[in-house]
T-cell receptor, first 116, second 108 residues
């Protein structure tokens, strides 16, 4: 069964550095998402992406964040200048062609980002 | 505003006992509700969604619009059910709003 994959599984960086988290969504999916989960807290929506542009974003997704689909398979989340409070688990998800509210979102295993 | 609450952070039951994981939501329209499960060291997986009205791994959930609830139930818990359970709502947009999660521990 196809799965969403994410790399790396764990990223350690210094405060102020740029990081890029990578995701490969399920191949025939058209809607892509990033969520994060700070340790001990709930999963929070960051951004959704469709047709090469952001379709929705949350208040968390400020100018320090950007997303890109650089080729036909990867979907990346970039944090320009990391802060300590960016330390979290970052989940990528994708959903099918309809993009309807009823579509199941399939999640990747997550990337644990640690900012020192 | 869209909001999902799960009042129990941790729920412990004995094997074979009934389980109910509570989920309440606030949303002014017609919500789409989901339960996701995360087993130890695994990814979030869809357990069930209200629109399909199916039973997965013996779990069921009924949407009660009057009480704005979508509680997850299973009549006889198994040890392999031990996991984190997240209730999620899809409302105005395509993104999910997750509850804080309930850790279910099924004791032998």
């Amino acid at each position: 069964e196809p799965e969403v994959t994410q790399t790396p599984s764990h990223q350690v960086t210094q405060m102020g550095q740029e990081v890029i988290l990578r995701c490969v969504p399920i191949s025939n999916h058209l809607y892509f998402y990033w969520y994060r989960q700070i340790l001990g807290q709930k999963v929070e929506f960051l951004v959704s992406f469709y047709n090469n542009e952001i379709s929705e974003k949350s208040e968390i997704f400020d100018d320090q964040f950007s997303v890109e689909r650089p080729d036909g398979s990867n979907f990346t989340l970039k944090i320009r200048s990391t802060k300590l409070e960016d330390s979290a688990m970052y989940f990528c998800a994708s959903s099918g062609s309809r993009g309807a509210r009823t579509d199941t979102q399939y999640f990747g295993p997550g990337t644990r980002l640690t900012v020192l | 505003a869209q909001r999902v609450t799960q009042p129990e952070k941790l729920l412990s039951v004995f094997k074979g006992a009934p389980v109910e994981l509570k989920c309440n939501y606030s949303y002014s329209g017609s919500p789409e509700l989901f339960w996701y499960v995360q087993y130890s060291r695994q990814r979030l997986q869809l357990l069930l969604r209200h629109i399909s009205r199916e039973s997965i791994k013996g779990f069921t959930a009924d949407l009660n619009k009057g009480e704005t609830s979508f509680h997850l139930k299973k009549p006889f818990a198994q040890e392999e059910d031990s996991a984190m359970y997240y209730c999620a709502l899809s409302g105005y947009g395509q993104n999910f709003v997750f509850g804080p999660g309930t850790r279910l521990s099924v004791l032998p």
